[in-house]
């Protein structure tokens, strides 16, 4: 059981505090916004107490920050003392997209620090974290944090090194999500209507992954499975061959890891 809390309780910041929650290893969840009535409104649905950010930077042990990238340096100048003068053992855990270890510890000093890189479907249970963490953490902190989001989906530590290029897991969904529309556009042009063609493409895309991660084919085989002879789907292959459908999705990660840099 920890004290843990949130400095933003944004989208992102909320859907990780509602799986910390399901959890059951929080004792007590501390939340605080830049708007206290989002911190208020979470807190009175998750049983947590709405406070200010020094507050949280007092008493959390394991402490997120999950506010935006630009707006971190001027929130922990407001904390900064706080931290410096606790003498007990807290781990900071930061969702601040693009700043790395190294970026964090000289804004915090050497302390215990988690990175992590969450992706949206976090929300429903289903999403990828990736954690990387400082050598001040133990192993011991690093299972809590594993625990304690596991009601979020995967969570899988990496050496930072390959966080980039892991990366696609955020950029993911919005690949997917295009895939999911383009598929329901063909359907619609050939007489389904617009909400069964989304709800079928969703389930559709959804079971083929958990298809994929259960028994652990590669996807090749997978494919090759469903093409039969001269039948329909190794038509359709074609046609995305033609159309560089791989190369595209492979540039679109290539382009979003190289924007980092």
Not at 134 to 140: G, H, K, M, N, R
Not at 221 to 244: H, N
Not at 253 to 259: G, L, Q, T
Request: net charge negative.
């Amino acid at each position: 059981m920890a004290v843990v809390g949130f400095i933003g309780t944004g989208n992102m910041g909320s859907a990780l505090a509602r799986g910390a929650v399901k959890s059951g290893l929080v004792d007590r969840l501390l939340l605080a916004n830049r708007s206290p009535e989002k911190a208020q409104s979470l807190a009175e649905e998750l049983g947590g107490e709405a406070v200010d950010n020094r507050r949280v930077a007092a008493e959390a042990e394991l402490l997120f920050l999950a506010v935006k990238p630009q707006m971190l340096s001027g929130m922990l100048d407001g904390i900064r003392d706080v931290l410096d003068a606790r003498r007990d053992r807290f781990v900071i855990v930061s969702m601040c997209a693009g700043k790395d270890l190294r970026t964090l510890a000289s804004l915090l000093g050497e302390r215990p620090i988690i990175r992590i890189m969450p992706n949206i479907p976090v929300a429903v249970g289903s999403g990828v974290t990736l954690m990387t963490a400082s050598a001040q953490v133990t192993a011991e902190e690093k299972e809590l944090l594993k625990d304690l989001l596991g009601a979020t989906g995967l969570v899988s530590e990496l050496d930072e090194h390959q966080m980039d290029a892991a990366g696609f897991t955020g950029c993911g969904p919005a690949f997917a999500a295009m895939f999911v529309e383009a598929l329901s556009d063909g359907a619609v042009a050939c007489g389904l209507p617009r909400r069964l063609a989304l709800e079928y493409a969703a389930q559709m895309l959804k079971g083929t992954a958990e298809l994929l991660r259960e028994t652990g084919e590669h996807p090749a085989s997978l494919k090759d499975r469903v093409c039969s002879p001269a039948g329909s789907t190794i038509q359709g292959v074609r046609c995305l061959e033609e159309s560089a459908f791989r190369a595209a999705v492979m540039n679109a990660v290539i382009a979003a890891y190289e924007k980092k840099f």
